[in-house]
């Protein structure tokens, strides 16, 4: 996994670039607040490592615009619908 992050500061703008591998897929969901589930991605690299949040509603909206083109991705197991 790649992560390429630009972020502006008070000096210009700072790109920072990382790689690692995932490691772990955690599924936040809250019973007191159902809409707020939170899927999050948890990464380690070799002198890095992070965890991105997405909410449900981005997480789809991901998934919805590969689905039409995951058969072009080799070595993808589909585990959920």
């Known amino acids: ?3 390429k992050i630009k972020k502006i ?3 210009g703008i700072m790109r920072m670039e ?3 591998e995932v490691k772990e897929v ?3 969901e809250e019973f007191l607040e159902p809409d707020d589930e939170t ?3 948890c990464f380690m690299g070799k002198d890095s490592s992070g965890i991105i949040e997405f ?3 981005e997480f789809e909206n991901i998934y919805n615009s590969i689905k039409k083109r995951i058969h072009l991705i080799k ?3 589909k585990i959920f619908d």
């Open 1 to 3: 996994m790649k992560a």
């Open 75 to 77: 070595g993808f197991k």
């Open 18 to 20: 990382t790689s690692g």
């Open 55 to 57: 909410k449900t509603e």
């Open 39 to 41: 899927i999050a991605v």
């Open 9 to 11: 500061n008070r000096d």
């Open 26 to 28: 955690i599924i936040k």
